[in-house]
């Protein structure tokens, strides 16, 4: 019996013009552009300069800015209010005042990260040339780097984006899925056979998950021939934690569709719990940086354990032992949504 509802899931799919086209095209799409413009890394700041002192000193400081990778020096100005009102037009984000051997940095803090990020890298600048110890003690000092040793943003956003393609194809699919195949009548037809109810949610939700592992072995590869970045841990981990990731989010989107009417709803609801889990995961800021009441929530949030496991065998290269605890929390919260999937639907027998 299972075969011949699996041969009608694959057949729907197929005959689906919009859907085997967004299955591969998507992965593809966020594989090959999403790293490049998701990264949290503060640069091209413009900067206004007031050289009130016109030593050989601050004009070296000024040089240095210009040098800066980070820093794009925007112009010179002849008085502090002058440069605020660049600030205040948005054509500079920092000021740096010189005065008789004193330095102002003033930052815009409309974007809180930008201001306060670019004021920390024009203070190291400005110290380093201040105090020349500064740069001394810098040079003896020497950063071991564990992980991740060229500092490649990619390598940190790479197994997020798994995640959220996961997340995006086997939660929304099924959901539309169900919902489309009750405006369309069809599910009555299933209703009054005797299939049980095991069995149809099965015949749901394996198609997703063997589409969900071939798009993860499609962002593997992407990985290692865009980037060359490649697992440095196990990979039949990867495919663990993505199969029981798979398994919690194409449950939750049968429940969502089992209480939905029409696609709308079904599209409202489902996008409403994917953003909160998503922005409250860990992908992309410290869950140690949210308020206490807020972190409380990662202890059900399963892309939070898949975000820290993935990462502990992509980056760091761990093993079964080393993430064993989210490997636990996904099974119980997935094999909890699997059956709440199944005691929800409604069969008219």
């Not at 002849?78 to 009102?85: H, L, R, V």
């Not at 169900?178 to 056979?193: L, P, R, Y």
């Not at 841990?233 to 989010?249: K, N, R």
């Amino acid at each position: 019996m299972i075969k011949y509802l699996l041969q009608k899931e694959f057949l729907q799919i197929r005959r689906n013009s919009f859907m085997p086209k967004i299955i591969f095209i998507f992965p593809i799409m966020v594989m090959c552009v999403m790293p490049w413009v998701m990264n949290q890394e503060v640069k091209n700041i413009r900067v206004d300069v007031v050289d009130m002192d016109r030593t050989s000193q601050s004009q070296q400081l000024v040089h240095q800015i210009e040098a800066s990778n980070y820093f794009i020096f925007n112009c010179q100005k002849a008085t502090y209010q002058e440069a605020m009102k660049d600030i205040e037009t948005s054509k500079a984000d920092i000021i740096l005042e010189i005065r008789e051997g004193q330095y102002l940095i003033a930052a815009n803090a409309v974007n809180g990260t930008k201001g306060s990020i670019g004021s920390a890298y024009l203070s190291q600048i400005v110290t380093a040339d201040v105090i020349p110890t500064v740069s001394a003690i810098q040079s003896i000092a020497n950063t071991l780097l564990l992980y991740n040793k060229g500092q490649n943003y990619k390598v940190f956003m790479i197994p997020a984006l798994m995640g959220i393609l996961m997340m995006m194809l086997c939660g929304f699919l099924p959901a539309l899925n169900i919902v489309g195949e009750k405006e369309k009548g069809t599910i009555e037809q299933i209703n009054v056979t005797p299939v049980s109810k095991w069995l149809f949610i099965l015949a749901k939700l394996i198609p997703y998950w063997i589409i969900g592992l071939v798009v993860l072995t499609l962002c593997l590869v992407l990985s290692w021939l865009v980037y060359g970045i490649t697992c440095q841990g196990p990979l039949w981990l990867v495919y663990l934690l993505a199969i029981l990731l798979a398994l919690f989010f194409s449950s939750f989107g049968l429940i969502v569709s089992n209480y939905s009417d029409t696609m709308q709803q079904a599209m409202l609801v489902m996008w409403f719990f994917v953003v909160c889990l998503m922005l409250l995961s860990g992908l992309f800021t410290p869950v140690r940086s949210m308020p206490h009441w807020a972190y409380l929530t990662t202890y059900i949030n399963p892309m939070h354990y898949f975000a820290d496991a993935i990462r502990t065998v992509f980056v760091r290269g761990g093993t079964f032992q080393t993430i064993s605890h989210q490997v636990l929390a996904l099974a119980i919260i997935a094999s909890l949504m699997g059956i709440w999937a199944v005691q929800s639907y409604k069969k008219n027998s």
